[in-house]
């Protein structure tokens, strides 16, 4: 049977774990530990080395998910996970003091991962006072020669994590 | 950003606990006290290492040796062993925020390097309250 590795990325607290958690078929793999640093006044746990779940997809394919750590000394992890990938979901939290230069960051960290696959944007929490409009982000994939569908989610809901995972697989398969 | 630092007094404990460790074994040559989410507290190395990333992937192979052991049905992971050609490389949490990682050549004995380490933890734990 057919699989796919999906990579699903972003600044801490975007919603990775929960995204996964939000949508598997199995019980997720988590690697959460205490955050011990300014995160611990935002969220008591942060994962920091993957989340991993698995769905199926309607034709019959397993889709593999695998959450990176979102901080940026976790790099290394970031390539490890990306080995074997075929497409990157990059979520950004509008609550986070600067959506656009973390869109810009993950962009530049998986680039030569970019170069190679589909990926679509997931913004989170649009309804922040201070939230940037979407065209903002569409200018921002302009501005770096990229054209990636980009989408508002409540990465809480499940059809919204479905309707990220469904227009990845879609652009992969447009791309075939 | 403000990180997890230790006082005066346990940082002097530590380095005390280190040259202990270090008498006992000629072989260890690198520990290191992180915190469990990757960021470097306190060390003794006796060659040139990255600190901080090394304490980030401590963070790393310490939580997944955890799950691990969830997912094969198995109870609470003690040490994460990384056997190298010329080196072993093991890790332990001291207690629920800090982690000890112990660096040494292969000259040491893997059993002499788990109780230098485990006792090390122990004291460790005990001080660091």
Redesign the interface.
Known sequence: MPEIKLIITGPPGAGKTTAIEAISETPPVRTDTRTTDDLSSVKDETTVAMDFGEITLESGEKVFLYGTPGQRRFEFMWKILVEGGLGLIILVDCSRPDPIDDLKMYLENFSDFIERTGVVVGITRTSEPDAPELTEFYECLESNDRVFPILDVDIREREDVALLINALVSTLEFSR | ????KFSERSEAFCQDMFQQMLDTSDAIYGILIS?????DVSKHFLKEMPA??L???M???L??G??IAV?AQQQRCRYVIVENSDGYILTLKIK??LILSVIATTNANLGMLHSVSRNAAEKLAAHLR
């Open positions: 950003m403000s990180q997890y915190t469990v989410d990757g960021h901080s990333k304490s980030a992937m963070s790393s192979i939580a997944l955890e799950t997912e629920d925020k």
